[in-house]
């Protein structure tokens, strides 16, 4: 069964595309909204797509970097960075070993984007998700996505 992603507009809609035939559907996420969903949904060439429905407002680009962090707030320390995401409103990474991030500090982050200029960011974020070793971070308010991280979510 082929599985799929539809990105919901700021509509409440969202388009599955068949990967079988090429049918496009619009179908409306209003009950869905709230929470990660994965739907089934027929083909009208009889396939049954798994399709998972993601309410994310910043595209969310995979990525394989290295960089550090810092606490700035409600701690200290920081250390070595594995960015596995990001978007123009933050990032997901994995740490190694133990670590002292909580929920709700913010953070310093630095690495390098992969692009033809090698351009180094320097962000403030707050952490949002800490699961284990794998942290999200939403970049703080008054951080703006800059033109580089523009450029380099569209390659």
């Given at each position: 069964?082929?599985?799929?992603?539809?990105?919901?507009?700021?509509?409440?809609?969202?388009?599955?595309?068949?990967?079988?035939?090429?049918?496009?559907?619009?179908?409306?996420?209003?009950?869905?909204?709230?929470?990660?969903?994965?739907i089934k949904i027929r083909c009208r060439c009889n396939v049954v797509l798994d399709v998972?429905?993601?309410?994310r407002r910043n595209y969310r680009k995979p990525i394989n970097l290295p960089g550090t962090?810092?606490?700035?707030?409600?701690?200290?320390?920081?250390?070595?960075?594995?960015?596995?995401?990001?978007?123009?409103?933050?990032?997901?990474f994995t740490v190694s070993g133990i670590h002292q991030l909580k929920k709700g500090q913010?953070?310093?982050?630095?690495?390098?984007?992969?692009?033809?200029?090698?351009?180094?960011?320097?962000?403030?974020?707050?952490?949002?998700?800490?699961?284990?070793?794998?942290?999200?971070?939403?970049?703080?308010?008054?951080?703006?996505?800059?033109?580089?991280?523009?450029?380099?979510?569209?390659?």
């Amino acid at each position: 069964m082929p599985t799929s992603k539809a990105y919901v507009r700021a509509d409440n809609t969202a388009t599955i595309v068949c990967p079988a035939c090429g049918t496009t559907k619009n179908i409306n996420t209003q009950q869905l909204k709230g929470s990660r969903h994965s739907i089934k949904i027929r083909c009208r060439c009889n396939v049954v797509l798994d399709v998972q429905i993601d309410f994310r407002r910043n595209y969310r680009k995979p990525i394989n970097l290295p960089g550090t962090y810092t606490i700035l707030r409600d701690g200290q320390g920081g250390g070595v960075i594995h960015i596995r995401n990001i978007s123009t409103g933050g990032i997901g990474f994995t740490v190694s070993g133990i670590h002292q991030l909580k929920k709700g500090q913010l953070i310093g982050v630095e690495f390098q984007l992969n692009d033809k200029n090698q351009t180094t960011l320097r962000k403030k974020a707050v952490v949002v998700l800490v699961n284990t070793n794998q942290i999200g971070c939403q970049f703080s308010a008054s951080e703006e996505a800059g033109k580089a991280l523009g450029f380099f979510l569209q390659s």
